[in-house]
């Protein structure tokens, strides 16, 4: 934030440019996601929508919310927040899906 | 750039640049609470989808893709009209901030007024989790009522939520208004439309999730 | 030196800066604030310890004599949704640590001071909630709230107890969120993160967990309450539903969340140790680091509590091997300790005296969670009385035994007063006899097969039941005796000086009590953290007790 001030306050007006254009990639990525998901990928699908709305999500952050001219403590924060949340996910999803397999390694034996 | 003595300055902060940046950074850690809040309603959808995974295809179909995408694109404009409104506020125009600020208001609203729409629908069709839940099979198909049922809790429960969050969104842009109107949004000082302005971001951004994995997983299914 | 009680009050400080209602209900000063949170947590900890005497007084005898076996349900709840909501979770971050995070970095207050105020008004309504549902008949799910017994079989008050947990949930988050903010942003000058006490560095460690964790508790107990009003099916198997879901996402705040009860007691023990042993803290980067490392692999164990329920046996030896490695950094901190010991001037004032309770109650409550962590023995002592034994050593010889130190230490700059040494010496006595006997025996009980939360017993098991209740009655006076004597000092104390320990830190420069913005000169930081000096006579050191 301080960094951004000060670039302003060298005289230059702050550019609408990013906002518009990041306005125009979600507005496509949009489309492009309702697209894909009409073709049948398998698993692929949930890793297409998946991909699309990271990527979505991730220019919002960087430009609308301003965390590629924040500090560092400001995106260590973000990517916290979001590994905290795979840390539970995953595990969790871990759980479910290995517990079939001590029966799948008995039956093989 | 020091602002002691600035009309916005609080007593327990030395100057205006360690307010701000408290209260930008505090803004960042209530939104990692927030992607931990919903993020147990994921986890819940994550869990379910993988173990009903084609009962989910089929119960998404009774969504609509139609409404769920011009909210998904309505919410993309008020992300970028409540961007412009700091953007105006850095150039002193005061009174663009104001309507940035109701436009994006406009838009949020829309946003609510398209979601009584779907869940008007759902009511009528009989698909709102509860004592009135009843679950059309459809004809050919594998059907487990129950399990769409935890579909349609899942959806609510999570675009409730996110509903939720709207209003709350709603009710901080409209404290916003007034100060707006009487200039004390400007290039030296406009931290309170920043932090608002991550909020509605947050908010936005939890939907561009929704909108795929509610929505859209059952489209490729002819 | 000596002035008297009315001569003392007439100094400016935070306790004369406004009188009245008002003054105090709409404060933004942290320290009246801390007070205000003190007050609320004592009652609450009197009501759960209420509930402990009951469920201690059925189990003298093996029949179900007391009470009937649904009330004794209730009575296991309540004791837990208290002790653990209304009294650990904010006990010592709410009160020593609102009162002291801003004095220890020479800030002025917090960051947000009107959401610290929040915070406590918010945790007054979470109180309401719980003691509505009380008054009304109870809660009997446990205070695990497992489903579907609390969101369908139960006939209790679920909703509200859930609902006022959900609440308490953010009063937490407010204060974590507050002390985050104003540990990174509001040192004073030269307070670099490695001069900062230890006590600073535990409250980071467990703000970090309050942000993270306490979230996933709110949405589960509120989908908890939405599924029994509404009945959804989430956690229901009759509809889909899914029981174990429901411990994941419970655990992975709860298990975190008794690092929240624990880490801020020790930063208590790391203060006390250095101003008794009159040394700095040994190995100080790996005590602050392993606050740290407490918080980040807290969060990837809670899976420990669902060895028993069918959970994939690849992910239970994950859980298991990493339970067993966030043992390693609570053991370097008690070496540490131990360590600083060593060669320290040591002098057994009342402070002193819990933090050695500390140190060994809490290592016998650690290393028993080590055998916790091993998946053979859990299988067996799971559900029993191991399980209590174990975290009441952790809890109550843990944190309780910091709190109190906590307390008596930093009694003379919050209140301004001595109090009497004696009776002080005499409570950490009562306290750690009574603890020992009431929960040791409980060890012995769950290793040979007394289960938990059983209204009765097998007739072998009384005589150790006995010994436990005998001992809670010992303990009931060792707490209740510092309520007495720490309230008589209020009015008849002694009136104490800036630094009546001789002890380094900020706190200790300003004056006792402190004034309202915590220093009359703006705070410039050049030494180290604990920077004492060995074998030099101390200026100005009081002589706090007399006894």
Request: neutral net charge; aromatic residues 16%; hydrophobic residues 50%.
């Amino acid at each position: 934030m301080a960094e951004e001030h000060a670039a302003e306050h060298d005289g230059h007006v702050p550019s609408r440019k990013p906002y518009f254009m990041v306005w125009a990639a979600l507005m496509i990525f949009t489309g492009l996601t309702v697209w894909v998901a009409g073709l049948n990928l398998g698993p692929f699908n949930d890793v297409a929508a998946l991909i699309i709305a990271f990527t979505k999500a991730t220019l919002v952050v960087l430009i609308f919310m301003h965390v590629a001219h924040s500090s560092r403590l400001t995106k260590l924060t973000v990517v916290s927040g979001l590994v905290w949340l795979l840390i539970m996910i995953s595990l969790t999803l871990g759980d479910y899906v290995t517990r079939g397999w001590l029966d799948t390694f008995a039956a093989n034996r | 750039m020091h602002s002691s003595g600035h009309v916005a300055l609080q007593h327990h902060f030395d100057d205006l640049d360690t307010q701000r940046e408290a209260s930008t950074f505090g803004m960042w850690v209530f939104l990692c609470t927030e992607i931990l809040f919903f993020g147990g309603l994921f986890l819940l959808y994550v869990i379910y989808r993988q173990r009903f995974h084609g009962v989910f295809v089929q119960a998404s179909r009774h969504l609509d893709v139609k409404w769920g995408g011009i909210n998904t694109a309505v919410l993309i404009c008020s992300s970028l009209t409540m961007a412009l409104s700091i953007w105006a506020a850095q150039i002193n125009r005061r009174k663009l901030v104001v309507v940035f600020l109701l436009v994006t208001m406009a838009f949020g609203a829309t946003f609510l007024g398209i979601k009584a729409i779907e869940y008007g629908d759902k009511f009528h069709h009989h698909l709102v989790p509860g004592a009135n839940f009843h679950y059309a099979c459809p004809p050919g198909e594998e059907c487990h009522p129950e399990q769409a049922q935890i579909f349609f809790s899942l959806y609510f429960c999570l675009t409730g939520l996110h509903a939720m969050h709207m209003v709350v969104g709603l009710g901080i842009l409209s404290c916003l208004l007034l100060p707006a109107w009487r200039g004390r949004y400007n290039a030296e000082w406009h931290n309170p439309l920043e932090c608002s302005g991550l909020y509605w971001h947050f908010v936005d951004i939890v939907w561009i999730f929704l909108f795929p994995l509610l929505y859209l997983i059952g489209r490729h299914v002819a | 030196m000596d002035t008297n009680s009315a001569a003392a009050l007439d100094r400016p400080s935070y306790l004369t800066d406004g009188y009245g209602w008002k003054s105090w209900l709409l404060t933004r000063d942290h320290k009246r604030i801390a007070i205000l949170y003190l007050v609320s947590i004592t009652f609450f900890f009197a009501l759960g310890g209420i509930f402990a005497m009951l469920i201690r007084l059925e189990l003298l005898t093996p029949e179900g004599d007391l009470v009937q076996a649904s009330t004794y349900n209730k009575l296991f709840t309540m004791h837990g949704v208290i002790m653990v909501f209304l009294f650990l979770i904010p006990s010592i971050p709410a009160t020593l640590g609102n009162f002291f995070v801003p004095l220890m970095i020479g800030a002025k207050d917090l960051a947000f001071p009107r959401i610290n105020l929040l915070s406590w008004y918010i945790y007054i309504l979470g109180g309401a909630f719980t003691l509505w549902a009380l008054i009304h008949g109870g809660v009997d799910t446990g205070w695990t709230f497992y489903t579907p017994f609390s969101t369908t079989y139960s006939n209790t008050y679920v909703v509200s107890t859930a609902l006022g947990v959900f609440i308490l949930g953010f009063s937490s988050i407010l204060t974590g969120l507050n002390f985050i903010v104003t540990i990174h942003r509001m040192r004073a000058p030269g307070m670099t993160w490695f001069r900062l006490p230890l006590f600073i560095w535990a409250h980071y460690a467990t703000s970090l967990i309050m942000v993270l964790g306490t979230p996933v508790i709110a949405v589960t107990l509120l989908m908890v309450a939405v599924e029994r009003v509404l009945h959804l099916g989430l956690f229901d198997p009759k509809l889909g539903g899914d029981p174990i879901l429901f411990q994941h996402l419970f655990w992975f705040y709860s298990h975190p969340a008794v690092y929240i009860m624990v880490l801020p007691g020790m930063g208590v023990i790391s203060e006390l140790i250095a101003a008794f042993a009159r040394k700095r803290i040994y190995g100080y980067r790996f005590v602050a680091f392993s606050s740290m490392a407490i918080a980040v692999l807290g969060f990837l164990v809670w899976g420990h509590h669902l060895f028993l329920t069918g959970q994939s046996v690849y992910a239970a030896t994950i859980f298991s091997v990493i339970s067993m490695l966030v043992a390693v950094p609570s053991a370097i901190k008690v070496f540490n300790w131990t360590a600083t010991l060593y060669e320290g001037s040591i002098s057994f004032q009342t402070p002193m005296l819990y933090a050695l309770g500390f140190i060994g109650l809490f290592t016998i409550g650690g290393l028993t969670g080590v055998m916790l962590a091993t998946l053979g023995l859990d299988l067996h002592v799971h559900d029993t009385y191991f399980i209590i034994a174990h975290f009441h050593y952790v809890m109550v010889g843990g944190t309780i035994m910091a709190y109190l130190g906590g307390l008596h230490y930093w009694w003379p700059k919050m209140t301004g007063k001595l109090y009497a040494g004696f009776a002080s010496k005499l409570s950490a006595l009562l306290v750690f006899v009574g603890f020992n006997l009431t929960f040791f025996p409980q060890f012995i009980l769950g290793y040979l097969g007394m289960p938990r939360r059983y209204w009765t017993y097998a007739p072998e098991f009384q005589v150790w039941n006995v010994l436990s209740t005998a001992g809670a009655s010992i303990l009931g006076v060792g707490y209740l005796l510092p309520l007495c004597y720490l309230t008589w000092s209020l009015f008849k104390g002694k009136q104490a000086d800036a630094n009546p320990w001789g002890a380094k830190g900020l706190e200790w420069q300003t004056t006792s009590p402190p004034p309202t913005y915590n220093f009359d000169e703006p705070v410039v930081v050049t030494e180290p953290p604990y920077s004492y000096v060995a074998e030099q006579h101390v200026v100005g050191q009081q002589e706090v007790e007399s006894a």
